[in-house]
């Protein structure tokens, strides 16, 4: 059975950091595309950034280039987004998701059909 699970969420002050780690068991994370994606109240979910299996190649939004940073560790079989320079749009519940049909990490990355998801941790950006 294949497992995501997300720490490292809380409440953070405005240009702070935090570092989100995704655990994964059932299934070798380096073998896929592994993202990371948000959502805040009222609002869709987004991708955030996402990272290639193997070579490791990576994706921002916009929204969050250069001051996020996705990496992964295959020997612990975990993805971490390393967040700097927080600000209060950063605010929601964070999620993890990995696609096992091999969809490439980019701009329209969103695991669906072969897509595993964790089950999300909140991060607050507030003073």
């Known amino acids: 059975q294949v497992q995501l699970v997300e720490s490292g969420g809380g409440l953070v002050q405005p240009g702070g950091s935090l570092t989100l780690s995704c655990a994964a068991s059932g299934i070798t994370l380096n073998s896929y595309a592994t993202g990371w994606f948000r959502q805040a109240p009222g609002k869709e979910r987004e991708g955030v950034s996402c990272?290639?299996?193997?070579?490791?190649?990576?994706y921002y939004s916009d929204s969050v280039k250069g001051r996020f940073t996705i990496s992964k560790n295959a020997a612990k079989n975990t993805v971490y987004l390393q967040m700097n320079s927080l600000k209060p749009e950063d605010t929601a519940v964070y999620y993890c998701?990995?696609?096992?049909?091999?969809?490439?990490?980019?701009?329209?990355?969103?695991?669906?059909?072969?897509?595993?998801w964790g089950q999300g941790t909140q991060v607050t950006v507030s003073s």
């Open positions: 990272i290639s299996g193997g070579n490791g190649g990576t």
């Open positions: 998701a990995t696609d096992e049909w091999g969809a490439p990490c980019g701009s329209r990355f969103y695991p669906e059909a072969g897509g595993h």
